[in-house]
């Protein structure tokens, strides 16, 4: 029996006779002590009864013990796997890599032990054998064949959830979101590139490229404010030497110098983006907007490297330092990334179906990026990397990096139905954060990774060694400098229309199962401005005690999610913990099939090489009168739009499309 077990077993009795219900508690906690078999078959069997009659059997696949106890507590019923599920670790399981005959091995031993226990729990569990477990909870979806499940039983999991909570189906499906709502989600998502493809690898090409144009400009600005005795940004500022203005000079002096061509050909690149935003080339032939040919971009390249690690310095940088920062200004404007994207242009590199971390490194030149991923000899099917841009400037704790770790629950995809949780905790790097150095052990927060590491002893003692705090204890180590209200003015809400833009986004694709329901993880990086990015969402969030910080909120964020989809199936104004409601979305009738398929009818017309010769006297044939319109499919258009249409046309129902997400508190009930 797990600790504490036989004394939470009283709240598992019948609900029925007061007087039945102590004499069942008396027969717990007295009677099997002085005839503990026949006691325990009998109170066991009466237990038992209710639960089939009430439907309260339930089946867990997984080191789950709070939600095992949460539900015996509430008179339910386990009914144990009598088979062995093919071995699907969980996400932040950390005995994934276990050899295969160790796990057998142990399963055995641990049925063994079973099979000899007296245990209360077992036996009411023998009983329920041959029935029917109404509630399923499972570390992974393909445990069992939901399609199998009758209506009436609950599973914790939905089906085809990967185009948002794997790293390449959230990439390529956030591209879709204006044309689901009204939002930009370059606001709340570094742009991302999955490099499965030569046009992905094109695009990010790019992209990299315009990073390097306005990172040149940035360097000028950054320096000219250096040079004056402005503070710069932290983390960005690239100078060469350091101290007074005549020790950079010195320094300057035992440098390569590079020619103000360099700033002018970056302040073209910039120029040239800053027309495409704004539409201004849309009839302009694609060649004619390129600029540069490739010599030139590696020659522009390889200039920013040696700028970006102090092996040059520009030459009057000064001169061109108030056409540098009206050039940044508008791009400020129109790129709500341009903060978070430094001046190193780091990009994150990640394997687009590993979890906790796993093979993601940081890099900074792109031939390497490049050749990372093509030493891959895989199949474009198998060979998924996405490569997204890092956020040089997060907002530090006693100069440390950290992340979030946000929960919320999905009830119903139709209607969407979405509870947040209040409750998040903080996940702090071991290491003091320094872009001069990009190993994983600095960027990457996540605990599977900064377990096996030990704190740097440079690192602030303030931050406690377990590297967690609550959203609590941050929201308190924000009031004591003056920044109290940040939390539920910036912070809060906007993690709420983050999860609520992108889960309307991902609403087409997913399997969305009646009683079914989903606990998910979704983790965020602040930026200075205290604006939160979101990194990545995950099914089967991590539940261990790792830290006091899990092992409280884990516990807590469990048996409100059982609150939730089992306590107000009865009672809908029942306590439910600490979530709320994000949103519920409309009922609609969907269509029968999955999406939507949309076409514009019209004919054709293309444009004359050279004027012709007006003809007279022509008699058109019937076959000519009776043309056919031509159709062409298209994705919907949604208007306004700010970024243009997305990369891939996402199938979306036309009856969905007038919902939208409103912002801040009211999200509750938007679309009705």
Partial sequence: MEPGERKRLSSASLEGDPREENKLKRGISQDLTSSPKLDRYKIARQLTEKAIKEKKIFSIYGHYPVIRATLRRKGWVEKKFHFLPKVIPNADDDSAGVPEHKCAEGKENQEEALEKTDDIHDVMSRLVKNEMPYFLWTIKRDVIDYHSLSCDQMLNHYGKTASFTTKIGLCVNMRSLPWYVQANPDSFFPRCYGLCTESEKQEFLDDFRRTVASSILKWVVSHQNYSRGKPSIKGEACEPGSGNKKASENAESKLTGLSGQLVDT???????????????????SEDSTRGLTEDEWKDLTEQYYSLLHGEAFISNSRNHFSQCQALLNKITSVNPQTEIDGLRNIWIIKPAAKSRGRDIVCMNRVEEILELVAADHLSAKDNKWVVQKYIETPL???????????????????????????????????????????????????????????NDKDRSPLLPYYNMWTSTRFREYLQKRGRGAVWASVIYPAMKRAIANTMRVAQDHVEPR???????GADFILGRDFQPWLIEINSSPTMHASTPVTAQLCAQVQEDTIKVVVDRRVDRNCDIGNFELLCRQPAVDLSPFHGSDLCVEGVSVRRAKKQMPTISNVNFSSSLLDIQPLKVRCPLAMPNQPLGPPHSALQQDSKLKDAKIPSGHDLVGWGS
Avoid: M
């Fill in 266 to 284: 970056a302040c073209k690149v910039c120029q040239a983006y800053l027309g495409q935003l704004e539409h201004e080339g849309i009839d302009v």
């Fill in 396 to 454: 530090l704790i006693y100069d440390t990096k950290f992340d979030i770790r946000q929960w919320f629950l999905v009830t119903d995809w139709n209607p969407l139905t979405i509870w947040f949780y209040k409750e998040s905790y903080l996940r702090f790097s071991t290491q003091r954060f320094s872009l001069e150095n990009l190993d994983s052990a600095i960027h990457l927060c996540n605990n599977s990774i900064q377990k096996h590491l030990k």
């Fill in 514 to 520: 009646k009683n079914s329901f989903e606990l998910y």
